[in-house]
């Protein structure tokens, strides 16, 4: 399913104020986003869609729900979330937006489940092996 014209624009638009809301210049955030100045412009600009996996990278960074930034949904960067709607609700909903089958959605947020626990994992792996080499990086202290 492709989305129409004024869809991508309004995505685009919603993308530049969670970009503006931090301060970042445009090539500041491709740069950022590891992203082709001008693939992030077209982003931006509403001429190309940016997948899935750059909309939760751009929600995350942004710090914005993915709700939100895909079809304006609460939790933007100036706004706050709705009572009572749980993050799950939001992802639930970005996902049936980006045109996933709601019936494929527990396989997805399984597979997600995973991932963020394989993530955690491998981040306390990476802070354990900092925190045994820093006092070798440290200066020794001179004695009087």
Same mark, same amino acid.
């Given at each position: 399913?492709k989305p129409d014209k004024t869809l991508l624009k309004k995505r685009g638009e919603r993308l530049r104020q969670a970009r503006e809301a931090? @301060?970042?210049?445009?090539?500041?955030a491709s740069t950022a986003f590891g992203a082709a100045y001008s693939t992030y412009a077209a982003h931006e600009n509403g001429t190309t869609?940016?997948?899935?996996?750059?909309?939760?990278?751009?929600? %995350?960074?942004?710090?914005?729900?993915?709700?939100?930034?895909?079809? @304006?949904?609460?939790? @933007?960067?100036?706004? !706050?979330?709705? !009572?009572?709607?749980?993050?799950?609700?939001?992802?639930?909903?970005?996902?049936?937006?980006? @045109?996933?089958?709601?019936?494929?959605?527990?396989?997805?947020? !399984?597979?997600? %489940?995973?991932?963020?626990?394989?993530?955690?994992?491998?981040?306390?792996?990476?802070?354990?092996?900092?925190?045994?080499?820093?006092?070798?990086?440290?200066?020794?202290? %001179?004695?009087?």
């Open positions: 399913m931090i @301060g970042l210049s445009v090539e500041e869609a940016y997948p899935l996996s750059a909309a939760i990278e751009y929600a %995350k960074r942004y710090r914005v729900s993915l709700d939100w930034l895909v079809h @304006g949904g609460a939790d @933007g960067p100036r706004g !706050k979330a709705e !009572k009572g709607q749980t993050s799950e609700a939001a992802l639930r909903s970005a996902l049936i937006a980006y @045109g996933v089958d709601s019936g494929d959605l527990p396989a997805v947020f !399984k597979a997600i %489940k995973g991932f963020v626990a394989e993530s955690d994992v491998e981040q306390s792996r990476q802070d354990h092996l900092r925190d045994q080499s820093a006092p070798a990086n440290r200066p020794r202290a %001179k004695s009087p």
